[in-house]
Each structure stands twice: as C-alpha cells, then as structure tokens.
C-alpha cells in the first residue's frame, strides 16, 4: 500500500511463487529473471521482508559498489516508516533497520553495522563482496538476495548462506537482468526454480536505438546529445576501455573525456567514472549525475548494471561492434527508465558488410528474443560469453 504505483501482473505472480517457497520446508533456491526495467528490486524487497516478517535477517549482494549504494538509497526509501516487532521495546516495536555494508563503509560505522548484524538489530543489510569476508556474522540470516548472479561463483554465493551463526540454511533467491534463453537455463540453472518477468511496468518509455555506422554519421550523434541536454536531459557515453591502448584501436574513457570537452560536447557539463577511480571519487561522480550536476556521463562498463537516473535519454556507446549482445542490451537499459523518449546510439567505424550483432539490437529491445538471437550465432554467443553473456 506505501508504493507509490501498482505492481505488474508479473511481479504478483512472482512475488506469490517466492511466498509459496518461503512457506515450504525446504530452502527456496530460485532464479529471477526479468529483462531491463521489468522491476525485479521491488520482488527482491517483498522476499526480504517476507524474512524481516518471519524474525530473521536477510542480506542482498550486489557485484559493485555503485549498484550496492543505489539499491541502499533505493531500498531506505522504500521502506521509510516501516516498523519491525521488538518486544524488548516500550512501544512494541522499532523502525526497520537497512544498512550498507561495502569497502567503503570503515571505521566506527563499520564495527557498528557489524555489531548489529551479529547482534540481529540489523534487519536487512544490502552490500557487496565485503558480505562475505570472515569479520561478517549474522544472528539469523533468513534470506539472501544475489543481484547480477553471474557476476559471482557458486563458492561467494555460498559463503553468505552459510553465514547465520542460527544454523539454519536461509532462502536464495538469485536475480539476473541478462535474459536467458530457456534451452540454456534448463541446462546450466537446472537446480533452480525459474521466476521471469515478462512484463515492463506502466510509464516505461520506449528506447529508439539507431547505428551510426562511421564518422559521417558519428556527426549526428553528438548532435542529439546536444539537444537533449538543451531540453533538460542528460546522457551517457560509453566507451570500451580506460585508458588507450596500442593493440586496440577503441576509445578509451579518458582520451575520449578529453576530446568531447574540448571538440563535440564543449561547453556541457562533463563526469568521468572508470573502475580506476577510487570509492569516493566514483560516488561523487555518480551523486553529481543523479543529482543533475552533470550533462554527460562518459563511463566504462561500470554502468552497466542497475545504474538508475530516470532524467538520462541518450546512451551512446563506442566502438558498439566490440561488446557482446547481452552487454549492448545491459548498457542500452541506463536510459528509458523516466518520462521521457530515449536514444540509444550504437557507433561503429565505417562498415560495409553489416553487423548481425548490432543490427540484432536496432532490431527489438526485446531481452528475451536478443538471447535467442545470441544462441543462433554460435560465434557470436561464445564471443558473448567473454564479454559479460550470462
């Protein structure tokens, strides 16, 4: 009833599959799959509470830093005003306790959220690697969350469910926005029950992605940056690696930062994030960029999963032909999550012979129809799997 919209006919139906697991007696063991924007963080929050209701703790492990504080800041205000039983309490009860837990979280803050864990007046802890590490222990640790599942191993997943100092084996639910073809996930999630998402919520806009196939094309591109930004909106550019490289002939972030400030995009206000950064600078760049001190964001893949600034329309990714389909459709997710149309440009060098893998995208925004796509191209699906395919 707090929501401030109506859950989709296909969060009900999975927020009810997750119900009838918690009340069987065995441990749930369930993956979650539902395309970019499909709402699986408003599921994941139900099964923690579900947890937080039954007297336990539950846990979401998130793979970067960035994702884990968003889902923080997402999380807190979702549950603002929310009560937990404390008999122990002269009202009855007390508020409900989120915290972070990531490397970036030290010193008194830390021994207190850890105190907390272990003493069980944290309810839900939302966090990254740094969940699993030795000094972390839970009371009673009742459900696990896994977001981005394939971007750890078995091994991680199960040093958080073997945390809870109670014994008992908690409930996992697993969650990937990297669609799986169903062939695949018969065969590689075969002891997992299967949840898909299969319905974008109400608002979602629709994403119009166009290839710029060479530097003539490029012009435009640069072009409809511009004038999103003049219209109030912001944008992404995404390039392949950090720094350049005499092997590769890509963009890299850095040169790619300085030339746009200087030549295509001069004058906007520009952020640079890359995995090099230290914590404090990446969550400084990205609080500027949600809070609209920034126009243009240019990033590595950092952003590619569950960054979530509705006032971003424009996605440009560079040298577009060097990623892999699942990481294309990832990263094409960043925009259309507000009001407003989105544009996703996928810019190539010049080439005259096509591209299955670009023009696939172009094609449908469909998560579910690019995996199938993926697996026809047998070339094109190993070649995935190098760049972030699930």
């Given at each position: 009833?707090?929501?401030?919209?109506?859950?989709?006919?296909?969060?009900?139906?999975?927020?009810?599959?997750?119900?009838?697991?918690?009340?069987?007696?065995?441990?749930?063991?369930?993956?979650?799959?539902?395309?970019?924007?499909?709402?699986?963080?408003?599921?994941?929050?139900?099964?923690?509470?579900?947890?937080?209701?039954?007297?336990?703790?539950?846990?979401?492990?998130?793979?970067?830093?960035?994702?884990?504080?968003?889902?923080?800041?997402?999380?807190?205000?979702?549950?603002?005003?929310?009560?937990?039983?404390?008999?122990?309490?002269?009202?009855?009860?007390?508020?409900?306790?989120?915290?972070?837990?990531?490397?970036?979280?030290?010193?008194?803050?830390?021994?207190?959220?850890?105190?907390?864990?272990?003493?069980?007046?944290?309810?839900?802890?939302?966090?990254?690697?740094?969940?699993?590490?030795?000094?972390?222990?839970?009371?009673?640790?009742?459900?696990?969350?896994?977001?981005?599942?394939?971007?750890?191993?078995?091994?991680?997943?199960?040093?958080?469910?073997?945390?809870?100092?109670?014994?008992?084996?908690?409930?996992?639910?697993?969650?990937?926005?990297?669609?799986?073809?169903?062939?695949?996930?018969?065969?590689?999630?075969?002891?997992?029950?299967?949840?898909?998402?299969?319905?974008?919520?109400?608002?979602?806009?629709?994403?119009?992605?166009?290839?710029?196939?060479?530097?003539?094309?490029?012009?435009?591109?640069?072009?409809?940056?511009?004038?999103?930004?003049?219209?109030?909106?912001?944008?992404?550019?995404?390039?392949?690696l950090i720094g350049e490289s005499e092997k590769l002939e890509v963009a890299s972030a850095e040169e790619t930062f300085e030339r746009l400030a200087a030549d295509e995009l001069a004058g906007l206000r520009l952020g640079l994030l890359h995995g090099r950064l230290t914590?404090?600078?990446?969550?400084?760049?990205?609080?500027?960029?949600?809070?609209?001190?920034?126009?243009?964001?240019?990033?590595?893949?950092?952003?590619?999963?569950?960054?979530?600034?509705?006032?971003?329309?424009?996605?440009?990714?560079?040298?577009?032909?060097?990623?892999?389909?699942?990481?294309?459709?990832?990263?094409?997710?960043?925009?259309?999550?507000?009001?407003?149309?989105?544009?996703?440009?996928?810019?190539?060098?010049?080439?005259?012979?096509?591209?299955?893998?670009?023009?696939?995208?172009?094609?449908?925004?469909?998560?579910?129809?690019?995996?199938?796509?993926?697996?026809?191209?047998?070339?094109?699906?190993?070649?995935?799997?190098?760049?972030?395919?699930?």
């Open positions: 009833e707090a929501l401030p919209y109506s859950l989709t006919g296909a969060q009900r139906r999975t927020i009810a599959e997750i119900a009838a697991d918690l009340a069987a007696p065995h441990p749930m063991h369930r993956l979650l799959q539902g395309d970019v924007g499909a709402g699986k963080t408003v599921v994941a929050v139900a099964t923690m509470l579900a947890g937080v209701q039954g007297g336990r703790q539950a846990a979401l492990m998130a793979p970067t830093e960035v994702l884990a504080e968003q889902h923080a800041v997402g999380v807190r205000s979702l549950l603002a005003g929310v009560s937990v039983p404390d008999p122990g309490n002269l009202f009855g009860d007390r508020p409900l306790r989120v915290e972070l837990l990531t490397n970036r979280v030290t010193g008194a803050d830390r021994k207190d959220v850890l105190a907390g864990l272990a003493g069980g007046t944290v309810d839900i802890v939302i966090g990254t690697h740094a969940l699993i590490q030795d000094a972390v222990d839970f009371d009673d640790l009742g459900v696990v969350v896994v977001d981005e599942q394939h971007r750890f191993g078995v091994e991680q997943r199960a040093a958080l469910r073997s945390k809870s100092a109670s014994g008992a084996v908690p409930d996992m639910l697993v969650m990937t926005a990297t669609p799986i073809p169903r062939t695949a996930a018969m065969t590689v999630y075969g002891d997992l029950d299967v949840s898909v998402l299969d319905e974008l919520p109400p608002g979602r806009t629709p994403i119009t992605t166009m290839w710029a196939n060479g530097p003539l094309l490029e012009t435009g591109v640069w072009a409809d940056v511009r004038e999103q930004v003049a219209a109030g909106r912001q944008a992404y550019v995404v390039c392949p914590p404090s600078e990446k969550e400084a760049t990205m609080d500027a960029f949600r809070q609209g001190d920034l126009d243009v964001l240019v990033a590595t893949t950092v952003i590619e999963v569950g960054v979530d600034v509705p006032n971003a329309t424009a996605m440009v990714i560079l040298d577009a032909d060097r990623f892999g389909i699942a990481q294309l459709h990832q990263l094409r997710g960043r925009v259309g999550r507000g009001a407003h149309a989105s544009t996703c440009w996928l810019v190539t060098q010049e080439q005259h012979e096509g591209n299955a893998r670009v023009e696939a995208l172009v094609a449908t925004t469909d998560g579910f129809e690019l995996a199938e796509v993926c697996l026809l191209y047998t070339s094109d699906a190993a070649d995935d799997r190098s760049k972030g395919w699930g």
